[in-house]
């Protein structure tokens, strides 16, 4: 049964509006895929350039043939071990229903299949694919809640659904299955392991600026309006936060719990998570933290970079710029 809510933002998609919607991984700014209108409103709310793809969101896995075409056997395999899930496959689109204003111009598409009851049931009703980048402004961090997208976009969304906060909190891993070699374009919810699992090889990562174009992979992206700075350890974290204190700054720092050491005086803790998916799911909440209390600094300690750390390590990265270690 659809309810009310969803099917009031169903309507609003094909009416070629705007739908913010939970995913596992982040927040979604859902458009009509099909829509060239509805795309171009997209890409000027999200103030996301042109040339930068979304991914399309669908409802079933037997669509990948709808919107793809000459769809290899690892896709096949990778969207019948991870759909619904977070990851996303990129392969040759199918011009009768993906136009170049989703891909950027290219000749590929970015396709995956939510794990969230709500997406679900959105997309089940829509009956069609959701064009959906995160939904806060371009460059800026993802959201996580729907308190977020309120904050980041307010009245540019026609419909908010809310389906609490998201499980996973980083996004799709991206794999590239549209050439020769099947390579891996972003990190996120689904190890790289996972995949070179189901598909019983080493999966290469893609040079930055090699592959089709992805999303999230920008040196710059993911930022905070706080400076984030990265530092391996928690003992220098710590003696970078006491001098950065001493010259008049205000700082955060994140890192796993539990920190040991002696903490000066002022130090925001703004996470400590105890395991490296509960530092998935905290990241992003707590950047916006270090803005709501005015920090100009927040320290990082980033988990491991296996698993979905290695899609941590990446955002930290990516929020950092210049100032990782």
């Known amino acids: 049964m659809i309810t009310a809510a969803v099917a009031r933002a169903a309507r609003?998609?094909?009416?070629?509006?705007?739908?913010?919607?939970?995913?596992?991984?982040?927040?979604?700014?859902?458009?009509?895929?099909?829509?060239?209108?509805a795309l171009a409103r997209l890409y000027a709310v999200k103030r996301r350039p042109v040339d930068h793809p979304v991914i399309v969101h669908l409802g079933d896995p037997d669509q990948l043939d709808t919107w793809g075409r000459d769809v290899s056997d690892d896709a096949r395999l990778?969207?019948?071990?991870?759909?619904?899930?977070?990851?996303?496959?990129?392969?040759?689109?199918n011009v009768r229903h993906v136009s170049g204003a989703v891909t950027g111009g290219r000749d590929t598409v970015g396709l995956r299949v939510p794990d969230q009851p709500l997406a679900l049931e959105l997309l089940r009703a829509f009956d069609g694919g959701i064009a959906a980048p995160s939904a806060n402004r371009f460059g800026r961090v993802s959201p996580t809640t729907a308190a977020h997208v309120q904050a980041d976009l307010g009245d540019d969304v026609d419909v908010i659904l809310d389906g609490g906060a998201c499980t996973v909190g980083v996004e799709s891993t991206i794999v590239d299955c549209s050439g020769e070699w099947v390579r891996v374009l972003r990190h996120g919810g689904?190890?790289?392991?996972?995949?070179?699992?189901?598909?019983?090889?080493?999966?290469?990562?893609?040079?930055?600026?090699?592959?089709?174009?992805?999303?999230?992979?920008?040196?710059?992206?993911?930022?905070?309006?706080?400076?984030?700075v990265v530092i391996g350890r928690c003992e220098q974290a710590i003696s970078k936060a006491r001098a950065l204190i001493d010259r008049g700054n205000r700082v955060g720092l994140l890192a796993p719990g539990p920190v040991a050491a002696e903490l000066p005086l002022g130090l925001e803790i703004v996470g400590k998570p105890?395991?490296?998916?509960?530092?998935?799911?905290?990241?992003y909440s707590c950047m916006r933290e270090a803005d709501e209390l005015g920090l100009d600094v927040l320290i990082v300690v980033p988990p491991a970079p296996s698993g979905v750390g290695a899609a941590i390590a990446d955002r930290l990265r990516r929020a950092a710029g210049v100032d990782a270690n």
């Open 12 to 37: 609003v998609l094909r009416a070629e509006g705007l739908v913010a919607f939970p995913t596992e991984t982040v927040y979604g700014l859902g458009a009509d895929a099909s829509s060239a209108a």
């Open 78 to 93: 990778l969207a019948a071990h991870c759909w619904p899930g977070p990851l996303t496959i990129v392969v040759h689109r």
């Open 190 to 228: 689904i190890p790289i392991g996972r995949v070179a699992e189901i598909l019983g090889r080493e999966i290469r990562e893609a040079p930055e600026g090699e592959g089709p174009g992805a999303p999230g992979r920008l040196a710059a992206h993911y930022q905070p309006q706080a400076r984030v």
């Open 274 to 283: 105890e395991n490296v998916e509960e530092y998935a799911r905290i990241l």
